[in-house]
């Protein structure tokens, strides 16, 4: 540059930017070129690594976001014979109009494709015994026990069982089913699909047929199956310890402190009267088992605790459902609640929907609205235009273990003789090995479940028997089960859907054989009721169900027949304005049939009683409060003695033991004195049970361990307070203070030092995981399908009923699975809520949507009439007929 004045040079301002100039020239480029060679790989390889993870993040986002159905707009859809609507809500729950019944069917199955096809897959695997060809050896057992027990074949025997109605439903499910998955690869049906192809599974999926409905109810009876564990535990305390005591652990149900369903009543000529009075049962008392025996029911009894948890455990599960009537209600009318406690998963067990004609005809029956079944056709759970219903697990014992006596392979001794079994072979297919053959063994009990692994084959064969002469082979162990006997219970689902009164609905639940439920019923008259349906057998005397019984015995057999429809318990209108169940005991000690001997012990249905007779007139929202009481009932009885515990060693212990002091009982998630008073618990449990006791048979923590401690409280130098694995002898007060010292040094290790911080729900989480690939312990797979980590109160044997397990933690195995309240004054202002979701893809925005709602006790408004329906529908999916 030159100056115009002087034209001497002139030099730049000497700045930062000038002096870097000769670095910045080529940019970041030629930096990096001038960087070392090591530098520059390590880079690149970095770069590389960054971009291939974007693209597999994109990739993978697209992977997962391919199965979301279309839910808005028009499609074209073979087999259908008239439009169909689809109008969905901001929570994706769908409420489906058409002109038949055939063609809602047909939407209904469509719809459940669209949203919960791999479930539906998953289920139809289990009940027909094949798992193991989507996902190999790690469920070889669990396909072995099923095909053993012939769930599908069952379902097959039952098709031919159904209605012509029922069946034609079926047909046009499947139908709409298939139509859903037929135009659509498995990437575009689920997510898992694409998982599983990764590890190299080559798969599509078959039709679906109407059995495969058909068979899923098998599989929800096995989860309500009853006290077949009950059975079997008694059996190996038996080796150690007396009947008296065995009969403390199992009390009596208490009648006196926890009233039955229903009060009163008794059969006459073959019917139930609510009015009548009628005779007593028997009480038997058997010998005691040889230990061979006992080892055949354990190791059956650890083939059961193996299945896995999509199949049910039938531990820790119940359900709450009662009824008000118009007096009772602040509506002038009836209003029902039900909410059902099942086992946690991802996505949960129900999904939403309502099924609409858009006129009532012949050809069109349907109009109904709840909690439905993927894979079933028809509502559940909910109500129609008349009537509303809600189920809870009676619990009837439907089930019994025979021992049986083997001689030779193929043989079983019976009343001395020796019969033929009936024997059938199946193939199960294992992806990656090689097919596996089953023999399936059967007496006249049923099938032998101790054959479910050659490991339990011929289980006892030394033992000896009560029979004179030969001893055979040994033990096996057959199961006796009501749901293994065809019957027409898909009937009684559409039944229940079309009832519009009292008796239609008894008409409809008469078909209702597997799993027995005690219904609860509200119509638009105002009038309520319950009913006790299913198929429950009739033994002779000397079999009572508490214990396995000889099968070689034909005196032990089940007579074959059931209890008539007409003689089960059944109410309508009762004196006292409602009916609280909550799987106590159904009806008083003089009901002349037996249903069984191991109820809830009541705590949970006291509670209701009491809120509802507290409440007098009761909301919508009164009701709701009811469901999310979180009172423990124990602790009324065990905190008074906990607090006379005065010598605990310091301030320190003493702080936590203040906690307890002016506690209200209550356990909300946010509760410090619930969270000790379960951590000391538990500990209690442990100090007196663990030294005496199987460790299958530990305590649990729920229902019948509260009698059973809260007799022990009275008896403070009983037995069962001495720690038998030391030289002193323990008193009540002694583990009582041992279990407060080491309550507070957990919640100590656990949460904090200052009580004031503790917290329940820290200790009380539930974890929703996906039965399959949520296990899988791939992490990223498992972070995929998995919703983890909810706080939440209740607990066991309380109302609201998060059931934890003592003998593992405190984290929530069973759980209400969802939450109703139906206003029969106006069904628009009934609510409800479900664990998770409507949908079971990941990448759904209703894949768990519904569960922070459920975990701060709130509710979705139902809509019901189309008005209400339309205000609320965000998306509207029009099904049209296929043209040419």
Known sequence: MVDAMSEQPVTPA???????????????????????????????????????????AAAAVVVVRRPLPQTDGEVEVPGLSASVEVLRDD????????????????????????????????????????????????????????RTMGWRRVAEQELALLQPATRDALTSYAEGVNAYIGERSPSQLAAEYSVLGLTGLDYTPEEWQPVDSLAWLKAMAWDLRGNMDAE???????LDHTPEEIAALWPAYPYDDHPPIVSGGGVVDGVFEQNATGNATRNPRRPAYPPAVVDALERVQESLDAMPSLVGKGRGIGSNSWVVDGE???????????????????????????????????????DTSGFTFSGVPGVIIGHNADIAWGFTNLGPDVSDLFLEQT???????????????????????????????????????????????????????????????ERG?????????????????????????????????????????VPAQNLVYADREGHIGYQAPGRIPIRRAGNDGTMPVEGWVSANDWTGDYIPFDGLPSVLDPEEG?????????????????????????????????????????????????????????????????????????????????LLRGWDFTQPVDSAPAAYFNVVWRTLLELTFHDDLRRRTWPDGGDRWFLVVSRMLTEPAGPWWDDSTTDEVETRDDILRAAMIAARDEMTRRQARDPRLWTWGHLHRMHLHSSTLGESGIAPVERLFNRDGWQVGGGSAIVDATSWNAVDGYEVTAAPSMRMVVSLADFDESRWI????????????????????YVEGDTLPWAWTRGAVEAAAEDRLVLTPASG
């Open 232 to 238: 079997v535990d008694r059996v190996l305390l038996s």
């Open 578 to 658: 409602f009916l609280a169940t909550a799987n106590q005991a159904v009806v008083g000690e003089d009901y002349p049939y037996l249903l069984t001997r191991d109820w809830d012990y009541g705590f949970r249905s006291t509670r209701i009683r009491e809120a509802l007779q507290a409440e007098g007139e009761l909301s919508v929202q009164e009701m709701l409060d009811v469901q999310l009481d979180s009172t423990n009932p124990m602790a009324e009885t065990l905190v008074p003695y906990l607090l006379d515990i005065r010598d605990l060693p310091s301030p320190y212990y003493r702080n936590a033991q203040n």
């Open 834 to 853: 479900n664990l998770t979701g409507v949908s079971g893809h990941p990448a759904s925005a209703h894949y768990s949507d519904q569960t922070e709602l």
């Open 473 to 513: 082979s040994g033990y096996a162990v057959a199961l006796a089960w009501t749901a293994l006997d065809p019957a027409p219970t898909a009937d009684a689902i559409l039944g229940l859907n079309r009832a519009s009164d009292w008796d239609e609905f008894r008409a409809a639940a008469a078909d209702f054989a």
């Open 407 to 469: 001689d030779g392979d193929d043989r079983y001794v019976r009343d001395g003789r020796s019969e033929p079994m009936e024997v059938r072979t199946e193939t199960i297919r294992v992806r990656g090995g090689d097919d596996v053959e089953l023999r399936v063994r059967e007496t006249v009990h049923g099938p032998l479940i101790s054959d479910v692994s050659s490991e339990f084959a011929t289980v006892g064969a030394n033992a000896p028997t009560d029979e004179p002469g």
């Open 91 to 146: 929570h994706g729950i769908p409420q489906v109009y058409a002109d038949t019944d055939a063609d809602l069917m047909f939407a209904q199955g469509y719809v459940h494709a669209q949203e919960r096809f791999f479930e539906m897959d998953v289920r139809r695997h289990i009940t027909a015994g094949r798992l193991s060809e989507i996902f190999g050896e790690d469920t070889l057992e669990t396909d072995r026990f099923i």
């Open 14 to 56: 000497h700045t930062p930017a000038a002096e870097d100039a000769p670095a910045r020239r080529g940019g970041w480029w030629h930096t990096f070129r001038r960087a070392p060679r090591g530098v520059r790989w390590a880079a690149w390889t970095a770069l590389v690594l960054v971009l291939v993870l974007l693209v597999l």
């Open 328 to 366: 009772h209600s602040a509506t002038g009318m009836p209003l029902l609640a039900n909410d059902p406690h099942l086992g946690i998963s991802q996505p949960g067990i129900w999904m939403q929907m309502g099924l609409h004609c858009r006129e009532q005809s012949a050809e069109c029956t349907l």
